[in-house]
């Protein structure tokens, strides 16, 4: 069984930036599609970014056109994939969760495809 904890959330005004992070409780090498979403207040679960792992560790990132430029997913080691988050904007603010899976995810921006997913941690973004 993975388990993912998410860490980094937080207030910042708007223009600023944060960082999530998402440990996992196995070595990524298992893993080969992490994903981000987000849920705003009163909103569904929406898609904010994906990498996926190919054979030979190349890997490759996937964004949601709101967030395209803006925001950036990187794997930092083994065990930590990494959300960074620029010139943040209000409608950025929700609840996000980190999410994995086994396989290499042909629909990774959907969430019912991953079978793995963090607890959640809220990021607000003031005007």
């Known amino acids: 069984q993975v388990q993912l904890v998410e860490s980094g959330g937080g207030l910042v005004q708007a223009g600023g930036s944060l960082r999530l992070s998402c440990a996992l409780s196995?070595?990524?090498?298992?893993?080969?599609?992490m994903g981000w979403f987000r849920q705003p207040p009163g909103k569904e679960r929406e898609f904010v970014s994906a990498n996926r792992w190919s054979f030979g560790s190349t890997y490759f990132g996937y964004y949601a056109d709101s967030v395209k430029g803006r925001f950036t997913i990187s794997r930092d080691n083994a065990n930590t994939v990494t959300l960074r988050m620029n010139s943040l904007k209000p409608e950025d603010t929700a609840v996000y969760y980190c999410a994995a899976d086994r396989d290499y995810l042909t629909n990774y921006a959907h969430s019912g495809e991953y079978d793995y997913w963090g607890q959640g941690t809220q990021v607000t973004v003031s005007s």
């Open positions: 196995e070595r990524t090498i298992s893993i080969r599609t």
